[in-house]
């Protein structure tokens, strides 16, 4: 165990002047079971990323050892080679092929350029036996269940020889059997001398499996546990994460005053048939007028999908419970609905689905309310050009003319879009989807003002976010979620960093 | 000085739009001078736009279906065969010119929610639902054909769409008055329409172009519609096919610019999702525009059948891909959420310019399509080059 099979030296990566790695020192020892720990953002998918080759040698600073040499991965396929295999959170399989074609994908048994079927199947169920799969090698890979995928892509990684397994949060999507499955299989390797590097949220996981475990934090290392010295606790652990002071970032406001709720939600389930799974489970939930309610967790906990289930339900879920806006119960089967029900939601993926990119600022201001402007379904182009231009002024939008193409702004400048738009429509409540995800200090706080003015216009605000700080700075009250159930309710005085990590992470 | 640099800075804005226009006049120029100005002659310039009618119109509708990410290949047959209902109403069963074509146009209509059922409702994509559209339709066209073969339509008042003239009232110098008058009507709204959007503009305040460049946009745009209007005057005037022409590209022009409705296609194209999530119903918008799509495959074949005074078992064949060709030179994006009417239009022109101008020419047949191919391929490479440019 003295021996380290990988050290990352002085590793520093910026993306057009935001520095996502700075001087990153990681260790681990052969065949240990390494966890890496860090808020979202912190800068653990980077690193693993330039470990893997993703980002190129030389668009990093810094020094790979692996195995005693120093190492200039240009591709993915070069860290392979070396033994060092990746697993991502979102699985990098074809779910229509079979389960031997997708372990020896890329990495074919052949002679002569034809590929031995016969001995490919022999193989997968070598791997197979290793991964403690039982299922037939000939299965189509989207009749598995998640859990029994993941086994298949370690299976695909074994098949390649790998020294170095990274998985980026195996557990995130699998139950609690699979789970624990999954972290016995990891012992297991680990005994075969395959050394492996976890990223993964849940602590209690963390806690049980890890041999050491390091703690990133704004890119950089805070410091490398050692759990045989028994220094791997959920306490310490939470600590290092979250250390930082909230910095003064976040506009105060100074009268607080709430009235009726806006919105309530009794026992409210969505099941996502596509998925075949329940993605929000029995929440109960309410929203005051003039309040800012934070909904913190990790990915994946069900948020996103809490909200698209109130907006209209544009996902199609099987909704089960009552939804009562101002008090009178409603069905709102299309996002139209919502809006007229005075709901807006501002996406978490503004260029997937909130903007429209190739369209202009005045085009996507006014895309959700076209009403306002028009007369008998025509279109008054002077009215919408000089409403949505108080938009772009009270939006803070800097943009040299209306007419300039959404998808040349910055992300910022977009976001400040997508929330024009919505404010366009005029809501009652506003449910923000990470408002500020990959947008600089300067735009956070001007979307942090904004939310604050239209608080005090008596609009209500659903908040989802993962940066805790803002969380904590912004609202009146937080509810934490995981496994789509609401884990705990918040007074904004009880909640701190550890209280919600602690709920977020159960 | 900033008279010139406005102008420059107009043109790079604008140069998808202009570069169209310009192609149009240099293809034009081309031609008259090849031909000794046989090309611009008024009757050659009357029978070019009249054979244009009826891919123009599915011109139009086919760039709405592209604008939302579909496609339609069932638009030919469709016509083909509707067109053969019509002559067989017409002469089969002696209705009337007046009520058969508004039964063939809601027909169209039903056709093309139909597509839009398949589509939207179903999920199948709109390459294969309009494939089996334009083999279920080739079928219907043969089988309603196949015992009388070709039908010869003679009512005289359904034939005149396709062949006749706008009633001139009187002759002035050989020229065709109502045709004047029409154009002289068309330059003073367009001049009307323009100072009052302009003075509108002004009085909210908004940037509008200097004075000078204004003036000169009015003149140039006048002295257009005069040139067209008095060749068209020198022959028979205006004919119903490009009166129907003008309608459909005026009513559409409209629609997708100025209405509710024209918004939400281009947002439907634009990012679907983002559409649905603003509270649009895609699935209405997406039977809308197979809709309208059905009702403009309907009109092309009226106005095929009737220029043809006959429906043929062969009627629309190949229609669909001038459409998508014409659309496709007109600057509509297969990525969706971008392209005009009058891009449309403009395409379909084009089009037709080129095979006029090659036929007064004597080119072979074989070489025009290899030549029409080449301006499809080389109008979408200067689409994506200047897109490429401004993103």
């Known amino acids: ?460 605000i659903i908040m989802i976010s993962s940066e805790l700080g803002e969380v904590l700075g912004m609202s009146d009250r937080v509810y934490v979620m995981a496994e789509g159930q609401i884990k705990g309710e918040l007074s904004i005085e009880e909640a701190n960093q550890e209280s919600i990590m602690q709920l977020a992470t159960q | 000085m900033e008279f010139i640099n406005e102008a420059k800075s107009l ?27 046989l090309f611009m002659s008024s009757r050659n310039i009357s029978n070019l736009l009249d054979s244009t009618g009826y891919i123009a119109v599915l011109a139009v509708g086919m760039t709405l279906v592209i604008v939302i990410r579909h496609i339609d290949l069932s638009v030919g047959f469709v016509a083909g065969f509707l067109g053969a209902i019509a002559a067989i109403l017409l002469t089969g069963m002696g209705i009337p010119f007046y009520i058969t074509i508004p039964i063939i146009l809601v027909l169209g209509i039903v056709v093309g929610l139909f597509n839009g059922l398949l589509v939207a409702k179903f999920g199948i994509p709109s390459f294969v639902a309009t494939l089996a559209g334009m083999l279920i339709f080739r079928g219907a066209l043969l089988q309603v054909t196949e015992k009388t073969g070709t039908i010869i339509i003679k009512d005289d008042g359904f034939n005149a769409i396709g062949n006749g003239f706008i009633p001139s009232l009187m002759q002035v110098n050989g020229l065709h008055l109502l045709t004047l008058i029409l154009g002289l009507l068309a330059i003073l709204m367009y001049i009307y329409s323009e100072i009052s959007t302009r003075k509108n503009k002004i009085k909210y305040q908004f940037e509008v172009v200097s004075k000078g460049i204004f003036i000169i946009k009015l003149v140039f745009v006048s002295a257009i519609i005069s040139y067209i209007t008095w060749i068209l005057a020198g022959y028979n005037g205006f004919s119903w096919t490009v009166v129907i022409m003008l309608l459909v590209v005026v009513i559409y022009h409209f629609l997708t610019t100025k209405t509710v409705l024209g918004r939400h296609v281009y947002a439907v194209g634009s990012n679907p999702e983002a559409a649905h999530l603003s509270g649009i119903n895609v699935n209405k918008i997406t039977y809308i525009v197979f809709g309208s799509m059905g009702m403009l495959a309907a009109l092309s074949g009226i106005l095929f059948t009737s220029r043809l005074q006959s429906a043929t078992t062969t009627a629309g064949t190949l229609f669909e891909l001038d459409a998508i060709a014409a659309a496709y030179v007109g600057g509509v994006s297969s990525a969706g959420g971008v392209g005009k009417i009058t891009g449309a239009i403009i395409g379909a022109v084009v089009m037709a310019s080129l095979s006029s101008g090659m036929n007064l020419l004597g080119v072979g047949v074989s070489l025009q399509y290899m030549i029409r191919g080449g301006v499809l391929a080389g109008a979408v490479i200067f689409d994506v080059m200047t897109r490429k440019k401004r993103g």
């Open chain 1, 1 to 460: 165990m003295s021996e380290n099979i990988l050290e990352m030296h002085g590793i520093s990566k910026e993306f057009t002047g935001v520095k996502a790695l700075s001087n990153v020192n990681f260790k681990v020892g052969k065949g240990e079971i390494h966890c890496l720990i860090g808020e979202n953002g912190a800068g653990k998918s980077t690193l693993m990323k330039v470990l893997s080759g993703v980002y190129p040698y030389g668009t990093y600073q810094g020094d790979i050892v692996f195995e005693g040499s120093v190492q200039q991965f240009n591709k993915i396929s070069d860290s392979v080679k070396a033994g060092i295999v990746i697993i991502y959170q979102e699985l990098a399989l074809f779910p229509d092929l079979t389960v031997y074609e997708n372990i020896f994908a890329g990495n074919e048994i052949k002679q002569g350029g034809i590929v031995d079927w016969n001995r490919t199947i022999a193989e997968a169920k070598k791997m197979l036996d290793k991964v403690k799969l039982d299922v037939n090698p000939e299965t189509l890979v989207k009749d598995l269940s998640v859990g029994k995928q993941q086994l298949v892509e370690i299976a695909k990684a074994l098949s390649k020889d790998v020294k170095l397994l990274i998985l980026d949060e195996p557990t995130a999507a699998l139950n609690e059997d699979d789970s624990e499955n999954l972290l016995n299989l990891l012992g297991e390797l680990k005994e075969q001398g395959i050394t492996c590097i976890m990223i993964s949220h849940k602590l209690k996981e963390v806690i049980s499996i890890a041999d050491k475990a390091t703690v990133l934090r704004d890119g950089q290392t805070i410091c490398t546990l050692d759990g045989a010295k028994g220094e791997i606790s959920e306490h310490v652990i939470i600590k290092n994460m979250v250390g930082r002071e909230i910095e003064d970032i976040y506009p105060k406001r100074l009268n607080k005053s709430f009235g009726e709720p806006v919105l309530e939600l009794r026992s409210w389930s969505a099941y996502a048939v596509h998925l075949g799974r329940q993605v929000v489970k029995d929440v109960n939930f309410h929203v005051k007028k003039g309040e800012i309610v934070g909904i913190a967790g990790l990915m994946g906990s069900g948020r996103t999908e809490l909200a698209l289930s109130i907006f209209g339900n544009p996902k199609s879920y099987k909704l089960q419970g009552e939804l009562l806006v101002e008090g009178i119960p409603k069905t709102l089967k299309h996002p139209s609905d919502a809006i007229r029900s005075g709901i807006a939601y501002v996406t978490e993926d503004r260029k997937g689905d909130g903007l429209f990119l190739i369209q202009d600022i005045k085009n996507n201001i006014s895309a959700a309310n076209l009403k306002r402007v028009a007369v008998n379904g025509v279109i008054n182009d002077n009215e919408e050009v000089k409403e949505t231009t108080e938009y772009k002024k009270s939006m803070y939008i800097k943009a040299s003319s209306l007419e300039q193409v959404v998808g040349n702004l910055s992300g910022g400048n977009q976001q400040k879009v997508s929330l024009g738009k919505w404010l366009f429509v005029g809501p009652k409540l506003l449910i923000l989807d990470e408002p500020t995800r990959g947008i600089d200090v300067g735009a956070k706080f001007e979307i942090y003002t904004i939310m604050n003015q239209l608080i005090e216009e008596g609009m209500s």
């Open chain 2, 11 to 37: 043109f790079k804005e604008n140069i998808r739009d202009y570069g169209m226009y310009i192609a149009l006049f240099v293809i034009m120029l081309t031609f008259t001078i090849m031909t000794d100005g």
